[in-house]
């Protein structure tokens, strides 16, 4: 529904007007009306007003003033003057003010009606150019992020193809010297949500262009990072100085400086390398690839401490688990090192602790499985602190897990209760499942358990079980073999056949028979 203002200091003009393209136009357009040139301008500061039907003579500040007033605006309404003076001095200040109609007063309502119709049919038609002329922009402006996107990425790409496809988007501007820098969300992304983060950063670029004295353009990567090319050599710093990075939580990395077009796949990794020394940062802020690009490479990482921590979950010995893990993960050497042996570290204490301990002992609980998930990667943390007070409380949520598994092996009573459950209940359809929850055990704790008890793997001492109560049938009932089967538990006799003689030898009736003859011999003797 559009927006219309009717301004006029006469109440009754106000209000016929209104009722006339109420009546004439029901609900298609929302009608507010203005008794002066101020609340008019307020009106259509605060509303998207798109039809101004305006008096001439009002006090404080006339229509031809208001109408001055509107020219710079980026959406200035369409314009209709309504007067009681047929003066030529008006008619040629409204036409050089753009206005669409001049109507004198008394206001006929046919010619009301016909002047809203054609503004009508104007607005239609410019929409209608604007939604094509916008479309086009937008496949130009989305190719362009697509080619820069490309080309950011792909070191391995011929220096002359980078520089004739970025110049070709009009990108010529880097070979006078630039910039690349990164910026991003130092939260959960997928809290605010990518399109939240991407119109944020666009609406502060939208408000600094103003104030640049040099070009900028923008792309967003895989990642969901802001990717912003500057130029020149520090203008960097001027448009940084303008982006509140404590405000909203970003963080901030800068490539070196480059003057050739061609470079700019390699600027781009400077800046992405230099972003994730941020990760060692404490509070949002900037770093600088000069800054990081001479960190020492010159490491060992701890792997026989990490096996340490493994070995030791579970044994009672807290304080020395997390004196093992300060000493591995210390941030005063983090610090002086490259990020790649905190990113090793990591890789190991996921390896050698987390995956190991899950794979001996299973993943006990959802809250275990989500801390786990999340220190799978250390960059799923903005800084460093938060990652180690993360690795830090699972290796205490597991070592605790560990000791009450170690405590519930020792007389092993959950699994002579899950057997005797087994025993007494093997021809229904029972599982493992089933019984881990009987008996309150992690599903592959339980299975691993189960297997050092009994000295077989779950599922096959339920079969063996079962071939062993069939074969008593076997001996001692006249039972069809089909109603045998569905007594210890087996669902169809073919399935039963099998079982049976994979783990016996021989068939059900084989079985029966040899046992029959058997009998009839010791009777005979």
Known sequence: MRKLLIVDDEKNIRLGLKAMIEREFKNEYEIYVASNGPEALHIIETMNIEILITDIFMPEMDGLQLITLLQD???KPVIVIVSGYDDFSYAKAAIHYDVKEYLLKPVVREELSLTIKRIEEDLVRREKVSEVLSASAQQLEAHKESQMYFYSTNLLLEAEEVRNKLSAIGLHWLDSG????????????????????????????????????????????????????TEGDLSFKDLAAQIPLSEYDYMLAVSGFHIRIESFPIAYEEAAQALKYTFLRSTPGIEWYENIKERS???????????????????????????????????????????????EIS????????????????????DILKRYKAVGDMYNFAYFQ????????????????????????????????????IHENYNKNINMTIISNMVSFNYYYFSQAFRDFTGEN??????????????????????????????????NTKNFNRVFKDIVGVSPMEYRNQKEILMGDVKKT
């Open 297 to 343: 490479c010159d490491f060992d990482v701890p792997v026989d401490q990490i096996k340490m921590i493994a070995n030791m979950l579970g044994a009672g010995r807290e304080k020395e688990l997390i004196k093992l893990l300060q000493e591995v993960l210390d941030i005063n050497k983090v610090l002086t090192l490259d990020i790649q042996f905190t990113e």
């Open 458 to 491: 779950f599922v096959n001492y339920i079969k063996k079980y079962r071939i062993g109560k069939a074969k008593q049938l076997l001996e001692t009932t006249n039972d069809k073999i089909y109603e045998i089967a569905a007594n210890v538990g087996f669902e």
């Open 347 to 366: 890789k190991n204490l996921n390896e050698l602790v987390f995956d190991y301990v899950f794979h001996l002992y299973g993943k006990e609980s959802v």
């Open 386 to 421: 938060d990652y180690y007070r993360e690795v830090e409380g699972l290796i205490m949520l597991v070592n605790e897990y560990i000791k009450t598994l170690k405590s519930a092996k020792i007389d092993n009573k959950e699994i002579k209760d899950a057997l005797q459950y």
């Open 73 to 75: 605006k980026p959406n």
């Open 178 to 229: 630039f910039r690349v820098l990164i910026i991003k969300y130092a939260g959960d992304l997928q809290k605010i949500g990518a399109g939240v983060f991407k119109a944020q950063v666009d609406g502060l670029l939208e408000k600094v262009k103003p104030a640049l004295t040099f070009q900028i353009t923008r792309f967003f990567d895989r990642s969901g990072r802001a990717v912003i090319l």
